[in-house]
């Protein structure tokens, strides 16, 4: 099964403080670390464990800057095939359709079975996968936590529903489908994959190259203002040592009738 | 903030931009190894996720012995973590591919072993064992026992150990009591008993591949006559699969002060006359062969004491930014509002002495790897001072930053007071782990020794001086930068006491009091580890200060302090910039004082009778 995976560079929350830039538009950028969005790094290991078990191939793609070759580097480090950097000036400042439209005018020149994305990236949306697939009108399924190749052109998908629940689907491929994080565990890099693909050339792809002109990738939606809200009445931050916390707390909890 | 374990920043920082790692990776033997920001990124990962959290359950449950079975028991939480740990390669990443390994540069195996230590020393002192053993053997093994032996070694699938010291033979390694009696089948006979065997049986891995130092029978007594033998537990089959049982097993462990999660074994050798041993390398000349192997792991416990020190600064910086204590002592702030404590001067300066050891630590660690890489990609007599400046430096980077690692965890239980000193906290953890490090592989005393009579006097001052020519050039472009030209001239005064003093010990070696030089040994190897750190510090300088003062200029400490809270580079080159300006300026201005006493013509020490201690 040949399988693409969309995937994207995004700040590390885990070694990151992320403030609101002063515009309020965006956030503080400069000497960020950045690394693979976390649901798309679940959905290349999904790829790769389909790819163990019935053959084909993985290619990971990302939308983004020249920078962005380091997460398609690693995410092949891991165990992708390949990697395509989708980058262009024309493409700075769009918004999810314009991700999607990009997406599909590369997904047009290959020949996928199967197109993962995860679920969410930094911003939340979680849109480019559904517009993705309405673009090239095919079978979409979001928040997938599992998937069972039934047989070559049908996938047995479960979808993670509310309340902790799993909704189970038949699905006729290809199709696209945004993986849950949690769906396996994804695999560490090992030192062997880092110095294979140290070397290897991706290629770039830019709107040219893709056939895309700048009206089609212009965005539609254009974020106004980030803040962070500021602290309502009645929240009261607890002060001390753990214990001396956690005391308080137990005192609160009890004249609340919270505890007895 | 990040990570508690080692400052990536930092790391990028020497690698990158103090070595010029991406300089050395234009070497063909390196060519194909531009990748190490992701390997460094992908350590830390590992480290993070997988080893850490394994530590303080590892010390908390320890490692068990069952006098029964003779079996050694690791933490459960152990297990996962290992197997991931060898699943990754990361074993052989400085290795020959020919081997099974990656090839990376030494600099940056270096890098990663810091975040492995500092993630779990338990079970990256464990596998870093067998690499060493693996390494023995691809030296001097035959061609048979590289086949079975070497590569399940660098892969970690077998464990690998070092059996050197003996109830009567410590650091006298030449009263080595251990026995080999030739079989006729060319294989040996052992007999004897080994103690302080680290991870001498586990359950972590299906074999062990014991290195045993033993004198075969009627060969000379002292070092001259010891030889190593490969002593398998488990003897291979042809195919190199583990067979019969061979008569070596633990016969207990030690309770120790800490390394809980690391077993250290006493080890008992044909207790019951049917431990086959064999050969590896030449006869009489296992020494020089263990020395191979004892090498890189001393400079492998000088990045575990440097690990310990950084995890212990981090978590020392996590926890004043926490801890909010009594009001500032600054006249712009209010003096009635609880600040966090790293405001307090006396908090900043323990902080700023433990990033100062830590930054120049791993500067002469780095450095000192980065000189094996180097004579490994050069020829002739560069290739040999590079090797000269790894034999100089490698005592120094095992006994100053394992020194080292004993004060800097001492600070960071201080800095957090009586939490500090709990068990709800990893600082004890930390002091009570590190203090080993300045005991295993040739104690801090005998690195001193080895310091100042074999890489110094017995080298004729030539590695020496290779060193201190570096120190010159460092000293002469920073004292071209107006702003450290007083930096400069510090330590071009540090440098030249070093000189003077080092040939008043040379003098000293052929005269009467040469007796003295014994009792100088250790203070001297601390002196020049000072030394060493201040030119360290001031080659930092050199890049931190004008990338500094290209992003905030000559800015008031309002403005300054502006851009930095929201500059994380500008952050950190001031960060630099403090650390080195410290060292330098106050922490060094102690060496001076400390060469007044390596001059003191007066030596009660020597004269000192052992009867006159105690009264």
Redesign the interface.
């Given at each position: 099964m040949d399988i693409l995976v969309c995937v994207t560079r995004v700040p590390d929350t885990?070694?990151?403080e992320i403030e609101v830039s002063k515009d309020g538009t965006d956030i503080?950028r400069?000497?960020l670390?950045y690394?693979i969005n976390e649901a798309d790094n679940y959905a290349v290991e999904e790829a790769i464990q389909i790819k163990e078990r019935v053959g084909g191939s993985v290619t990971v793609v990302t939308v983004g800057t020249e920078e962005s070759e380091?997460v398609l580097?690693?995410e092949m480090?891991m165990g992708a095939d390949k990697g395509i950097l989708l980058t262009d000036d024309a493409f700075a400042g769009t918004d999810g359709r314009g991700i999607a439209t990009i997406l599909k005018a590369e997904v047009e020149k290959g020949k996928y079975d199967l197109i993962l994305t995860g679920a969410l990236a930094d911003a939340g949306a979680g849109e480019v996968g559904g517009m993705l697939a309405a673009m090239l009108d095919r079978p979409y399924a979001s928040l997938v936590n599992s998937i069972e190749i039934v047989d070559e052109s049908t996938l047995k998908v479960g979808r993670e529903v509310e309340g902790g629940n799993t909704e189970m689907n038949r699905i006729k491929l290809p199709c696209v489908l945004s993986i849950q994080t949690g769906i396996n565990e994804p695999r560490?890099?090992?030192?062997?994959g880092?110095?294979q693909?140290?070397?290897v050339q991706i290629p770039v792809h830019g709107a040219g190259d893709l056939g895309l002109k700048a009206e089609a990738i212009a965005p539609r939606v254009q974020r106004q203002d980030y803040f962070v809200p500021t602290f309502g009445a009645g929240a009261e931050m607890l002060?001390g040592s753990n214990e001396e916390i956690i005391e308080k707390l137990v005192e609160m909890l009890k004249a609340k009738g919270g505890l007895k | 903030m990040?990570?508690l374990l080692v400052d990536k920043r930092d790391q990028m920082f020497i690698l990158k931009e103090m070595l010029d790692i991406d300089a050395l990776c234009r070497f063909p033997k390196y060519?194909?190894?531009?990748?190490y920001p992701?390997?460094l990124?992908?350590a830390h990962?590992?480290a993070n996720v997988?080893l850490h959290p394994a530590t303080a359950e590892g010390d908390r449950q320890g490692c068990t012995y069952d006098p029964k079975t003779r079996a050694v028991t690791f933490p459960d939480c152990f297990k996962g973590p290992y197997r991931?740990l060898l699943?990754?390669?990361?074993l052989a990443?400085c290795d020959s591919p020919e081997v099974g390994g990656?090839?990376?540069p030494l600099t940056v195996g270096t890098a990663v072993s810091e975040v492995f230590y500092a993630g779990c020393f338990y079970l990256y002192g464990a596998a870093e064992l067998t690499h060493a053993a693996a390494k023995v053997i691809e030296t001097y093994g035959s061609d048979e026992q590289k086949r079975i032996y070497m590569k399940r070694l660098f892969a970690g699938e077998w464990q690998g150990t070092m059996c050197l010291t003996e109830p009567q033979a410590g650091s006298d390694v030449g009263a080595v009591q251990t026995v080999a009696r030739p079989n006729a089948d060319g294989s040996y006979n052992i007999v004897g008993t080994k103690i302080f065997i680290t991870a001498g049986e586990h359950d972590l891995t299906d074999n062990f591949v014991h290195m045993v130092l033993a004198r075969i029978e009627g060969d000379p007594a002292g070092t001259r006559g010891l030889s190593l033998f490969i002593v398998p537990k488990f003897t291979p089959d042809a195919a190199g699969n583990p067979g019969a049982r061979n008569d070596v097993y633990c016969t207990g462990i030690e309770h120790k002060m800490g390394l809980h999660g690391l077993v250290t074994c006493t080890m008992a050798f044909g207790d019951s006359n049917g431990c086959t041993g064999y050969l590896l390398g030449e006869r009489g000349k296992g020494m020089p062969e263990m020395f191979h192997m004892m090498n890189e792991q001393r400079l492998l416990v000088g990045v575990e004491g440097l690990s310990f020190s950084s995890n212990a600064f981090l978590h020392a910086v996590d926890y004043t930014q926490n801890r909010?204590q009594g009001g500032s002592v600054y006249p712009d702030r209010d003096r009635n509002a609880p600040v966090a404590i790293i405001n307090h001067p006396d908090v900043k300066r323990m902080l700023l002495t433990m990033k100062a050891y830590v930054e120049g630590g791993r500067a002469l660690a780095y450095f000192t790897s980065y000189c094996i890489d180097q004579a490994g990609v050069t020829e002739g007599e560069e290739s040999g001072r590079w090797h000269g400046l790894v034999e100089l430096l490698t005592p120094i980077v095992k006994a100053y930053n394992t020194d080292k690692s004993w004060e800097i965890t001492a600070l960071a239980i201080q800095c957090a007071g009586g939490y500090g000193y709990c068990s709800d906290y990893p600082f004890e953890r930390l002091a009570r782990d590190c203090k080993v490090t300045t005991l295993f592989e040739g104690t801090n005393g005998i690195q001193a020794i080895d310091l100042m009579f074999r890489k110094l006097l017995g080298n004729k001052l030539v590695n020496f001086r290779t060193l201190t020519g570096k120190m010159d050039r460092t000293i002469a472009e920073a004292g071209r930068i107006e702003s450290l030209a007083g930096y400069a001239a510090t330590v071009r005064r540090a440098k030249e006491e070093l000189e003077a003093t080092v040939e008043g010990l040379a003098a000293l070696a052929g005269s009467e009091q040469g007796l003295d030089l014994y009792a100088k040994t250790a203070p001297f190897l601390d002196l020049m580890g000072d030394v060493t750190l201040a030119w360290l510090h001031l080659w930092q300088l050199t890049i931190a200060e004008p990338k500094l003062m290209e992003a905030v200029g000559a800015k008031g400490k309002g403005e300054r302090e502006a851009i930095l809270a929201?500059?994380?580079?500008a952050a950190f080159y001031y960060g630099k910039v403090m650390a080195g300006q410290f060292y330098i300026g106050t922490l060094l201005k102690n060496s001076f004082g400390k060469f007044e006493r390596l001059r003191a013509e007066e030596n009660p020490v020597i004269d000192m009778f052992e009867k006159s201690f105690v009264a």
């Open positions: 885990a070694e990151n503080e400069g000497a670390v690394s380091e580097r690693r480090a560490y890099v090992g030192i062997r880092i110095r693909v140290a070397s002060e | 990040a990570t060519a194909s190894h531009t990748g992701m390997v990124t992908e990962k590992f997988e991931k699943d990754g390669g990361w990443m990656d090839g990376f909010f929201k500059n994380k580079n």
